[in-house]
């Protein structure tokens, strides 16, 4: 996708409003349109970069600083509980949005959300012993 056509660039350029909760050189944080939990806000680097392995040696960690900083101001003005954070990498994990987005999502106890190990329930078919032999 070209960042002439995509959404979060669009966003970025001032073409489609938000509602900005952080934002700094490198990277914007809004509220998500379509909360999942109240608070729900994606972070995206201000560079166009559809995976997480298109980011620089630099916009990593500027990206990371980003949702700490982020985290900081919900838990500030929100008071969660917790926070579930992470990101969906390629269509296969579920990204829908070629453009490389966090997702942080506040978590309050008793609001009925799982954990990251709910995303997926199919371990494979290898043990974990025959998969590690392959990164050897």
């Given at each position: ?48 970069r559809e ?50 987005h966090i997702h ?33």
């Amino acid at each position: 996708m070209s960042p002439k056509d995509c959404i979060f660039c669009k966003i970025i350029a001032g073409e489609i409003p938000n509602y900005t909760i952080y934002e700094d050189g490198d990277t914007l944080a809004f509220l998500d349109i379509h909360p999942c939990a109240k608070g729900h806000t994606v972070i995206i680097p201000k560079q166009h970069r559809e995976r997480t392995a298109g980011l620089s040696a630099v916009e990593g960690p500027a990206l990371m600083n980003a949702v700490q900083k982020t985290m900081e101001r919900i838990q500030t003005v929100l008071g969660p509980d917790g926070f579930n954070v992470g990101w969906n990498d390629g269509s296969a994990a579920g990204q829908v949005v070629p453009h490389l987005h966090i997702h942080i999502f506040p978590r309050w106890v008793g609001d009925g959300g799982g954990s990251v190990h709910s995303i997926v329930k199919n371990p494979g078919e290898m043990s974990v012993a025959e998969v590690a032999k392959l990164f050897l």
